[in-house]
């Protein structure tokens, strides 16, 4: 079994940063693209970032490209998001998950979530 933890949520100011982490742990993910999605509240789970386990690879939904950026350590199974330039509407627990396809359809593990909220 494979446990996907984040860190590195909290509460920033418009226009501020945050930088989330997702470490996996147990069964390795090194051959699975890795990615993030977030849930505010009130609307459904969306896609946020994506990347490649075996290229730098990467895709954003648009309303983040520019000022996210989403990147991996293989060697020590852990993803980041850099989330820059952050907007009120960014406001929403945010899941690591990993997917064995790089499609995002169905990843098969997921992280419990961690808060972002961003103040106006």
């Known amino acids: 079994q494979v446990q996907l933890a984040e860190s590195g949520g909290g509460l920033v100011q418009a226009g501020g940063s945050l930088r989330l982490s997702c470490a996996a742990s147990g069964r390795t993910v090194a051959r699975y693209a890795r990615g993030w999605f977030r849930q505010a509240p009130g609307k459904e789970r969306e896609f946020v970032a994506g990347i490649n386990w075996h290229t730098p690879t990467t895709i954003y939904v648009d309303s983040v490209k520019g000022r996210f950026t989403i990147s991996r350590d293989n060697a020590e199974n852990t993803v980041f998001l850099q989330m820059n330039s952050l907007k009120p509407e960014d406001t929403a627990v945010y899941f690591c998950?990993?997917?064995?396809?790089?499609?995002?359809?169905?990843?098969?593990?997921w992280g419990q979530g961690t808060q972002v909220t961003v103040s106006s």
């Open positions: 998950a990993a997917d064995p396809t790089g499609r995002w359809i169905s990843p098969d593990y």
